[in-house]
């Protein structure tokens, strides 16, 4: 889809959220859903009883967030490097042997047409994850690999030339096999091959993603494969379209995303199962929880690792507050009382729910304000093509449920609210999730306000626990009291 053309869907989108206050301006508070049949997240019916199993009807109702979606999201509106300065940590399966890392894509020697390709697509220098990764993944006897970074670091970029450096364009078979956790991820890494592989005319790439029928029992003749394990593990062992004792180079990307969905992981040991043990394995992930590790290790033997740790985000540059309210629409006023007074930059301010977005969205929208609207149901695009707007200054105010509260840092943004806290299943304070929202990374050190609105004892409760977890003050605000406010938020 073109940018115009998520910018006219969004467009569509925003047009159509005064309707949505139709129904959610009546002036009855629901506590609980009625027991009926209602959509998931994904537009699928589930019956009340199976949603209540999942955590009952306060997750229920809860944007919740599709860490698929997520990596998807953040590749659509990254346009370059993510800056970091952190270190890289290299554990080597051989500490002995030296450690190569490169400062210039020369240094690697690659074919004539794919440094061409690399420069093509404006790569300067290696980033920091590629320095290390690349001589290890391209070294003779082939060496297997574990990597760990932040999603925009340089991962895909890295694996992509790999592959496009390792295989043999005169043999007319799959050599190399990339898995990816969703079609559009897939998608998204065969466009770095071909974009990178531009210049290599006789490097094939083929998709083993859903919709793709090919026929049965005829040998691919691409020589690399990229798609989803279902996909995969059909086209290896059913289809036969590849011959799995062939392949020497298996990617398993966004290895945390996949093994979210038992599916998947279950699918990748299995193609993995099919595999020579002179392959060489390369995983890759965004995190590195006990659960990854786990897997990473069930599929890559002997492996290097390396490591390149996110910047902390601290909570030590804002300034935050919470504010006593009654209920919505006296949190409503407080946040208009809040814009009276104080010149804000940007905003963002997290809902628990759609439902709440779309009513905060509708009654900001009346009261004159910009408001973009971020919520589960949009597509992907549609997402993306917020947030760019957003960035580029076209809304001054972005509310969202926390499908947004990760991954996304909007520079300028100087005011976060919690319209409503964040909680986990059990009801108990969210912090992971808190810092997300409001915390910078030091590297910025830009200055910035959290507001978060308080109208029970128990999201009082919350705030104490956020108050205890991180050990800062959150000072409370009458914003009724112009001048109090004026003074506290200076
Ligand atoms: N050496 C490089 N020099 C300049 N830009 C680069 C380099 N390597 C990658 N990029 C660009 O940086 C961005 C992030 O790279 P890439 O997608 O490879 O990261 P990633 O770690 O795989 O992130 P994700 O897991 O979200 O896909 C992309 O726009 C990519 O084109």
């Known amino acids: 889809m073109s940018r115009d053309s998520w910018a ?286 786990r897997f990473a290790e069930q599929v890559v033997s002997d492996p290097n690792i390396i490591r390149l740790k996110r910047e902390e985000e601290t909570l030590d540059t804002i300034k935050q507050f919470y504010v006593v309210c009654k209920g919505k629409e006296d949190k409503f006023t407080a946040l208009c009382n809040l814009y009276g007074s104080l010149t804000i930059a940007q905003a963002m301010i997290f809902c628990r729910t759609r439902k709440m977005a779309a009513w905060l969205t509708a009654n900001l929208s009346i009261e004159g304000h910009q408001v973009a609207l971020l919520s589960g149901e949009m597509t992907v695009e549609q997402r993306a093509a917020v947030i760019e707007r957003f960035r580029n200054g076209k809304e001054k105010v972005l509310i969202t449920t926390n499908v947004c509260s990760r991954g996304i840092d909007v520079e300028q943004v100087s005011l976060v609210v919690n319209f409503d806290l964040p909680v986990d299943l059990d009801g108990n304070a969210d912090n992971e999730t808190y810092l997300h929202r409001i915390g910078r990374t030091g590297r910025f050190g830009r200055r910035g306000f959290a507001v978060n609105m308080v109208d029970s004892e128990h999201s009082m409760d919350i705030v104490h626990q956020i108050e205890m977890h991180f050990n800062r003050k959150i000072t409370k605000l009458d914003t009724s009291n112009l001048e109090e406010l004026e003074r506290l938020m200076s």
């Not at 949505?20 to 537009?43: A, C, H, S, W, Y």
């Not at 793709?212 to 691409?222: A, S």
């Open 8 to 293: 006219a869907a969004v467009d569509v989108q925003e047009a159509t959220t005064p309707l949505v206050q139709l129904d959610f301006t009546k002036k009855v508070e629901r506590l609980r859903p009625p027991r009926t049949m209602r959509g998931d997240i994904n537009g699928n019916v589930v019956p009340e009883e199976d949603r209540a199993e999942n955590g009952g009807w306060r997750s229920g109702e809860a944007d919740r967030v599709d860490l698929a979606e997520q990596s998807l999201l953040n590749k659509l509106i990254r346009h370059s490097l993510v800056r970091n300065r952190n270190q890289v940590e290299v554990l080597q399966r051989d500490p002995t042997s030296p450690l190569y890392s490169v400062k210039t894509f020369e240094e690697l020697r690659l074919k004539p047409e794919l440094l061409r390709g690399v420069y093509n697509m404006g790569f300067n220098r290696p980033s920091r994850i590629q320095e290390n990764a690349l001589p290890m993944m391209l070294a003779q006897p082939p060496q297997n690999l574990i990597a760990q970074s932040q999603s925009g670091t340089g991962k895909t970029a890295a694996f992509s030339l790999a592959m496009l450096s390792h295989v043999n364009p005169a043999n007319k078979w799959t050599q190399c096999l990339c898995i990816s956790p969703t079609y559009e991820l897939a998608l998204q890494i065969g466009q770095v091959i071909e974009q990178m592989g531009k210049f290599c005319p006789d490097v094939k790439l083929a998709y083993g993603i859903r919709g793709n029928r090919l026929e049965r029992g005829v040998k691919l003749q691409e020589q690399i494969v990229i798609g989803t394990p279902g996909t995969v593990l059909d086209w290896c062992t059913k289809y036969k379209l590849i011959d799995p004792k062939k392949i020497t180079m298996f990617v398993l990307d966004e290895a945390d995303v996949m093994i979210a969905t038992q599916g998947h992981r279950d699918q990748s040991i299995r193609i993995h199962r099919q595999l020579t043990k002179d392959c060489q394995m390369l995983l890759f992930s965004a995190t590195f929880e006990d659960s990854v590790w």
